[in-house]
C-alpha cells in the first residue's frame, strides 16, 4: 500500500489530545454510541490516537493495524478518501474478515481527517454493536466534528511553520554571513552560558583569540574578494579541527575566538599549535600568485573571577598581541 502522507507533519501535542478526547466523549454521547475514536494514519498502519472514556469501549490508545487488507471499516475511508456508512457489517460479505467486527463493532460510520495540504491524517469515526442509521442532526455533528479536527491540524502546521521560522530567523541573526559560524554577539552570548556553567562545576575552561597574520597586504595586494575568501578558508579549517562542543565565533575583521570547555592550559596550547598548523597549509592561486596565510593564537586559562567572557577575551587578546610582537605563526599564553 502507497504511503498517502507526501509530507513530514508536526506531532500533535498531549494539550490537543486531551481537548479531541473531550470532543469524543460528547460526541459519542449524542451519537448514542459506545465508540467514538480519531484514528491516526502512519504510513502504512493506522492506530487508536484518541477515543472517548467508557468502558464500553472494546478499543485502546495505540492499537494499530496494517491497512494492506486489513479489512478495517477505516481502511476504506482512507482509501476512499470519502465517508463511510455501514448499517450492519454482518449483512454484508465484503466485512467478514473485519477485526472491528470481532469486537462486536457492526455498525460504522466514519469521515476522513486530512491535514491543510491534502495529505490524511486519518479518520473520526463511531461504531456500536447495534445496527442503526443516524439522523440529518448526527451526520451535521459528525461534519462539524471533521471541521474542528481538521481546523485543529492546520493550527497546528501554521504553528509548526512559524516556529521553524522563527528558528530561520534566529540562526540568521547569530550567524556571520561571511564564514558562516557564530558572529560578535552570539558568540560572547554562548560564550556566557557556557561560563554560568563552569561556575557552577568548576570546571577548567581556556580561550582562544586568534588573528590572521598580514591580512591587511593580502587585502590590498588582491582586493577584498580574495580577503573574504581567505576568511572563509581559515574558518572552514578551525571549524573542521576544533571539537563539537567548543563555542567558535567571528569577533571581528580577521579576528576569531574559541572558547574550550573542559580544557585545562596544556591542552589548549596544544590545540593551538595543531590549528597554527593546518591554518599554515592553506594556500591557493590567485592572479598567478600563491596565497598562504599563518595565524597567530592568545592562549588564556579563564581563572574563577573571571565572570563574563568579555573580561576573558581582553585577557586573551592581550596574549595574542604579544604573539604579533614575537613574529607572525606564533601561540602565546603569556605577556611578554
Known amino acids: 500500500m502507497s504511503d498517502f502522507n507526501t509530507t513530514t507533519h508536526p506531532m500533535v501535542s498531549d494539550d490537543l489530545l486531551k481537548q479531541w478526547q473531550t470532543m ?10 459506545p465508540v467514538a475514536l480519531i484514528m491516526r494514519l502512519d504510513h502504512d ?19 494499530t493495524e496494517a491497512l494492506l487488507g486489513s479489512g478495517l471499516y477505516c481502511e476504506e475511508v482512507v482509501r476512499s478518501n470519502a465517508p463511510l456508512f455501514v448499517e450492519n457489517a454482518l449483512d454484508d460479505p465484503k466485512w467478514l474478515n473485519n477485526p472491528d467486527v470481532e469486537k462486536d463493532m457492526i455498525n460504522y460510520y466514519g469521515l476522513p481527517l486530512r491535514w491543510p495540504n491534502g495529505d490524511m ?35 497546528l502546521e501554521k504553528n509548526h511553520k512559524l516556529e521553524l521560522l522563527s528558528k530561520d530567523l534566529q540562526s540568521l541573526a547569530d550567524t556571520d554571513d561571511l564564514t558562516g559560524i557564530w558572529n560578535r554577539r552570539a558568540f560572547i552570548e554562548e560564550s556566557n552560558k557556557e561560563l554560568q556553567r563552569v561556575q557552577r562545576s568548576k570546571h577548567p575552561v581556556c580561550l582562544l583569540m586568534m588573528d590572521i597574520d598580514d591580512f591587511k597586504d593580502i ?5 577584498h574578494e580574495v580577503g573574504d575568501e581567505v ?57 598567478h600568485a600563491e596565497i598562504r596565510i599563518t595565524v597567530c593564537i592568545g592562549v588564556y586559562e579563564l ?21 604579533k610582537r614575537a613574529g607572525k605563526n606564533k601561540v602565546m599564553d603569556c605577556i611578554k
Open 303 to 323: 581563572a574563577s573571577n573571571d565572570t563574563t567572557i568579555l573580561a576573558a577575551l581582553s585577557k586573551a587578546d592581550e596574549r595574542l598581541y604579544a604573539a
Open 45 to 63: 498502519r493506522i492506530t487508536v490516537c484518541v477515543k472517548n472514556n467508557s468502558v464500553t469501549n472494546p478499543y485502546h490508545i495505540g492499537e
Open 121 to 155: 491524517f486519518g479518520t473520526l469515526c463511531v461504531l456500536d454493536s447495534k445496527s442503526h442509521r443516524y439522523d440529518n442532526k448526527q451526520q451535521r455533528l459528525m461534519e462539524q466534528m471533521q471541521i474542528m479536527v481538521e481546523n485543529h491540524l492546520d493550527l
Open 24 to 33: 469524543l466523549d460528547l460526541l459519542a454521547e449524542y451519537m448514542t454510541v
Open 219 to 223: 587585502n590590498d595586494a588582491f582586493g
Open 231 to 287: 576568511l572563509k578558508l581559515f574558518a572552514h579549517c578551525i571549524t573542521a579541527n576544533k571539537r563539537a562542543y567548543d563555542i567558535f565565533g567571528r569577533i571581528g575583521g580577521e579576528e576569531f575566538a574559541m572558547l574550550l570547555p573542559e580544557t585545562k592550559r596544556p591542552e589548549a596550547i596544544e590545540l593551538a599549535e595543531r590549528i597554527r598548523h593546518k591554518v599554515s597549509e592553506i594556500f591557493f592561486h590567485k592572479h
